[in-house]
Protein backbone atom coordinates (compact mmCIF):
# COMPACT_ATOMS: atom_id res chain seq x y z
CA UNK A 1 0.00 0.00 0.00
CA UNK A 2 1.20 3.20 -0.72
CA UNK A 3 1.63 6.07 1.98
CA UNK A 4 -0.44 9.09 1.18
CA UNK A 5 1.54 12.82 1.63
CA UNK A 6 -0.34 13.55 5.32
CA UNK A 7 0.00 9.87 6.58
CA UNK A 8 -3.75 9.92 7.80
CA UNK A 9 -3.91 6.47 8.40
CA UNK A 10 -1.74 6.38 11.46
CA UNK A 11 -3.92 8.90 12.79
CA UNK A 12 -6.75 6.20 14.35
CA UNK A 13 -3.70 4.86 16.35
CA UNK A 14 -3.16 7.72 18.36
CA UNK A 15 -1.60 11.30 18.86
CA UNK A 16 1.58 9.24 19.56
CA UNK A 17 1.78 7.82 16.25
CA UNK A 18 1.03 10.97 14.24
CA UNK A 19 3.67 12.65 12.08
CA UNK A 20 2.81 16.24 11.13
CA UNK A 21 3.84 16.58 7.52
CA UNK A 22 2.69 20.57 6.77
CA UNK A 23 6.49 21.72 6.39
CA UNK A 24 5.82 25.38 6.15
CA UNK A 25 4.19 24.89 9.50
CA UNK A 26 7.34 24.03 11.32
CA UNK A 27 8.28 27.57 10.44
CA UNK A 28 12.75 28.20 11.82
CA UNK A 29 11.84 25.04 14.10
CA UNK A 30 15.37 23.25 14.05
CA UNK A 31 15.83 19.78 12.10
CA UNK A 32 16.47 16.80 14.44
CA UNK A 33 20.06 16.79 13.11
CA UNK A 34 20.33 20.24 14.86
CA UNK A 35 19.63 18.95 17.70
CA UNK A 36 21.79 16.14 17.79
CA UNK A 37 24.62 17.90 16.86
CA UNK A 38 24.42 20.56 18.82
CA UNK A 39 26.91 21.10 21.42
CA UNK A 40 26.14 24.11 23.25
CA UNK A 41 24.96 23.56 27.00
CA UNK A 42 22.88 26.16 27.12
CA UNK A 43 19.41 25.35 27.86
CA UNK A 44 18.11 27.79 25.83
CA UNK A 45 20.20 27.94 22.96
CA UNK A 46 20.46 23.91 22.31
CA UNK A 47 17.09 21.89 22.02
CA UNK A 48 17.80 19.18 23.19
CA UNK A 49 18.88 20.52 26.76
CA UNK A 50 15.49 22.10 26.85
CA UNK A 51 13.49 19.34 26.46
CA UNK A 52 15.73 17.35 29.44
CA UNK A 53 14.97 20.57 30.99
CA UNK A 54 11.32 20.43 30.59
CA UNK A 55 10.85 16.94 31.44
CA UNK A 56 13.33 17.55 35.02
CA UNK A 57 10.86 20.67 35.50
CA UNK A 58 7.47 18.46 35.11
CA UNK A 59 8.68 15.21 37.06
CA UNK A 60 10.60 17.04 39.70
CA UNK A 61 13.38 14.45 38.76
CA UNK A 62 16.24 14.70 41.48
CA UNK A 63 18.92 13.88 38.42
CA UNK A 64 19.29 15.58 35.30
CA UNK A 65 20.29 12.23 33.76
CA UNK A 66 16.94 10.85 35.22
CA UNK A 67 15.39 13.29 33.09
CA UNK A 68 17.50 12.97 30.06
CA UNK A 69 16.83 9.18 30.42
CA UNK A 70 13.00 9.79 30.35
CA UNK A 71 13.41 12.57 27.68
CA UNK A 72 15.62 9.95 25.48
CA UNK A 73 12.68 6.81 25.73
CA UNK A 74 10.12 9.27 24.99
CA UNK A 75 11.48 10.80 21.69
CA UNK A 76 12.62 7.26 20.54
CA UNK A 77 9.12 5.85 21.37
CA UNK A 78 7.77 8.79 18.90
CA UNK A 79 10.24 7.74 16.25
CA UNK A 80 9.42 3.82 16.67
CA UNK A 81 5.45 4.43 16.35
CA UNK A 82 5.32 6.58 13.52
CA UNK A 83 7.77 3.99 11.30
CA UNK A 84 6.46 0.68 13.04
CA UNK A 85 2.74 1.79 12.67
CA UNK A 86 3.72 2.86 9.04
CA UNK A 87 5.31 -0.77 8.33
CA UNK A 88 2.61 -2.53 9.87
CA UNK A 89 -0.67 -1.12 8.20
CA UNK A 90 1.32 -0.03 4.91
CA UNK A 91 4.43 -2.20 4.57
CA UNK A 92 6.10 0.81 3.67
CA UNK A 93 7.82 3.57 5.79
CA UNK A 94 8.41 7.65 5.36
CA UNK A 95 12.11 8.64 5.34
CA UNK A 96 12.73 10.26 8.21
CA UNK A 97 15.92 11.38 7.68
CA UNK A 98 16.95 13.18 10.62
CA UNK A 99 17.57 16.14 8.30
CA UNK A 100 14.07 16.31 7.14
CA UNK A 101 12.38 16.47 10.09
CA UNK A 102 11.99 19.60 12.43
CA UNK A 103 11.06 19.23 16.37
CA UNK A 104 9.38 21.38 18.87
CA UNK A 105 11.62 20.33 21.94
CA UNK A 106 8.77 22.43 23.71
CA UNK A 107 5.64 20.65 22.44
CA UNK A 108 4.12 17.37 22.83
CA UNK A 109 2.66 14.79 20.50
CA UNK A 110 1.48 15.33 17.55
CA UNK A 111 3.01 18.86 17.99
CA UNK A 112 6.12 18.05 18.43
CA UNK A 113 7.66 16.92 15.03
CA UNK A 114 7.28 17.87 11.40
CA UNK A 115 8.22 15.59 8.37
CA UNK A 116 8.78 18.37 5.51
CA UNK A 117 8.78 15.52 2.45
CA UNK A 118 7.21 12.45 2.79
CA UNK A 119 9.50 9.80 0.51
CA UNK A 120 8.45 6.35 0.92
CA UNK A 121 10.72 3.53 1.35
CA UNK A 122 10.33 -0.59 2.00
CA UNK A 123 8.63 -1.43 4.98
CA UNK A 124 11.19 -4.52 5.99
CA UNK A 125 12.99 -4.66 9.10
CA UNK A 126 16.46 -3.34 7.48
CA UNK A 127 14.95 -0.68 6.52
CA UNK A 128 12.97 0.21 9.53
CA UNK A 129 16.36 -0.39 11.51
CA UNK A 130 18.07 2.13 9.70
CA UNK A 131 15.83 4.84 9.63
CA UNK A 132 15.34 5.08 13.19
CA UNK A 133 18.08 3.30 15.12
CA UNK A 134 20.88 4.51 12.64
CA UNK A 135 19.52 7.55 11.80
CA UNK A 136 18.34 8.60 14.86
CA UNK A 137 18.76 6.53 18.13
CA UNK A 138 22.61 6.51 17.54
CA UNK A 139 23.01 9.80 17.31
CA UNK A 140 20.85 10.82 19.78
CA UNK A 141 21.89 8.62 22.10
CA UNK A 142 25.83 10.02 21.89
CA UNK A 143 24.27 13.62 22.22
CA UNK A 144 22.50 12.52 25.24
CA UNK A 145 25.86 11.19 26.81
CA UNK A 146 28.01 13.89 25.88
CA UNK A 147 25.83 16.16 28.10
CA UNK A 148 24.73 13.65 30.94
CA UNK A 149 26.22 10.65 32.62
CA UNK A 150 24.31 7.73 30.71
CA UNK A 151 25.17 4.21 30.62
CA UNK A 152 25.12 3.01 27.02
CA UNK A 153 23.00 -0.04 28.36
CA UNK A 154 20.63 2.40 29.77
CA UNK A 155 19.89 3.84 26.16
CA UNK A 156 20.03 0.48 24.31
CA UNK A 157 17.40 -0.96 26.86
CA UNK A 158 14.94 2.90 26.82
CA UNK A 159 14.99 1.88 22.95
CA UNK A 160 14.20 -1.68 23.02
CA UNK A 161 11.53 -0.78 25.46
CA UNK A 162 9.58 1.81 23.37
CA UNK A 163 10.26 -0.48 20.01
CA UNK A 164 7.94 -3.19 22.46
CA UNK A 165 5.51 -0.54 23.67
CA UNK A 166 4.73 0.62 19.91
CA UNK A 167 4.44 -2.82 18.61
CA UNK A 168 2.29 -3.70 21.66
CA UNK A 169 -0.46 -0.35 20.74
CA UNK A 170 -0.07 -1.54 17.51
CA UNK A 171 -1.26 -4.97 18.09
CA UNK A 172 -4.01 -4.01 20.28
CA UNK A 173 -5.45 -1.45 18.22
CA UNK A 174 -5.40 -4.18 15.26
CA UNK A 175 -6.90 -6.93 17.57
CA UNK A 176 -9.75 -3.96 18.11
CA UNK A 177 -10.53 -3.76 14.39
CA UNK A 178 -9.91 -7.18 13.06
CA UNK A 179 -7.13 -5.97 11.66
CA UNK A 180 -4.76 -9.69 12.67
CA UNK A 181 -2.38 -9.24 9.59
CA UNK A 182 -1.47 -5.88 10.89
CA UNK A 183 -1.25 -7.57 15.00
CA UNK A 184 1.01 -10.10 13.09
CA UNK A 185 3.49 -7.88 11.38
CA UNK A 186 3.88 -5.34 14.12
CA UNK A 187 4.61 -8.53 16.61
CA UNK A 188 7.07 -10.00 13.85
CA UNK A 189 8.64 -6.78 13.17
CA UNK A 190 9.46 -5.97 16.46
CA UNK A 191 10.81 -9.56 17.53
CA UNK A 192 13.23 -9.07 13.95
CA UNK A 193 14.22 -5.56 15.53
CA UNK A 194 15.19 -6.61 18.77
CA UNK A 195 17.55 -9.29 17.42
CA UNK A 196 19.12 -6.13 15.90
CA UNK A 197 22.98 -5.91 17.06
CA UNK A 198 21.92 -2.70 18.46
CA UNK A 199 19.29 -3.76 20.42
CA UNK A 200 20.12 -7.91 20.94
CA UNK A 201 20.39 -8.31 24.29
CA UNK A 202 18.50 -6.35 25.73
CA UNK A 203 15.56 -8.00 27.17
CA UNK A 204 13.30 -11.13 26.24
CA UNK A 205 9.99 -10.71 24.01
CA UNK A 206 7.21 -12.66 24.67
CA UNK A 207 4.18 -12.41 22.17
CA UNK A 208 3.65 -8.66 23.07
CA UNK A 209 5.46 -8.65 26.34
CA UNK A 210 9.18 -7.17 26.76
CA UNK A 211 11.45 -7.39 30.14
CA UNK A 212 13.93 -5.56 29.90
CA UNK A 213 17.72 -6.33 31.15
CA UNK A 214 18.09 -2.67 32.32
CA UNK A 215 16.50 0.27 34.28
CA UNK A 216 15.17 3.63 33.06
CA UNK A 217 15.60 5.09 36.58
CA UNK A 218 12.02 6.44 36.08
CA UNK A 219 12.20 4.78 39.74
CA UNK A 220 14.28 8.41 41.18
CA UNK A 221 11.41 10.08 40.02
CA UNK A 222 9.51 11.24 43.26
CA UNK A 223 6.18 8.52 43.09
CA UNK A 224 7.55 6.77 39.92
CA UNK A 225 8.28 3.61 41.14
CA UNK A 226 9.18 1.15 38.43
CA UNK A 227 7.67 0.71 35.29
CA UNK A 228 6.19 -2.45 33.61
CA UNK A 229 8.74 -3.98 31.89
CA UNK A 230 11.84 -3.00 34.26
CA UNK A 231 14.21 -5.06 35.20
CA UNK A 232 13.24 -4.62 38.70
CA UNK A 233 10.01 -5.67 40.65
CA UNK A 234 10.42 -2.99 43.30
CA UNK A 235 12.58 0.24 43.40
CA UNK A 236 16.14 -0.71 44.32
CA UNK A 237 17.03 1.08 47.96
CA UNK A 238 21.24 0.85 47.15
CA UNK A 239 23.50 2.87 45.47
CA UNK A 240 21.24 4.68 42.21
CA UNK A 241 24.31 3.57 39.60
CA UNK A 242 23.55 -0.13 40.02
CA UNK A 243 20.25 0.38 37.97
CA UNK A 244 21.94 2.58 35.02
CA UNK A 245 23.16 -0.11 33.33
Same mark, same amino acid.
Given at each position: ???????? $?????????? !?????? &?????????? &???????????? /???????????????????? $??????????????????????????????? #????????????????????? =? /????? &????????????????? &???? *????????????? *????? #??? $? =???? =????????????? +???? !????????? !???? @?????????????????? +????????????? @?????????????
Amino acid at each position: MDLDPDLT $ALRPLGGFFV !LRTEGA &AAGPLPTLAQ &AYADASPDVYGN /PLIFRVHKVANALYAPESRV $AASVAHQGLAARLWSVALGCAALHDTVPDLD #ARLMRWDADGSAPDDLWLTHV =R /PLPGD &APTVADVVLRGHLEPLS &AALR *AHYRLAPGLLRGN *AASAL #AGA $A =REVD =RWARRHGRTDTAA +RARD !LAAELLAHP !LLAG @TGTLTGTAFRRRSCCLYY +RVPGGGVCGDCCF @TRPPRSSPRASSG
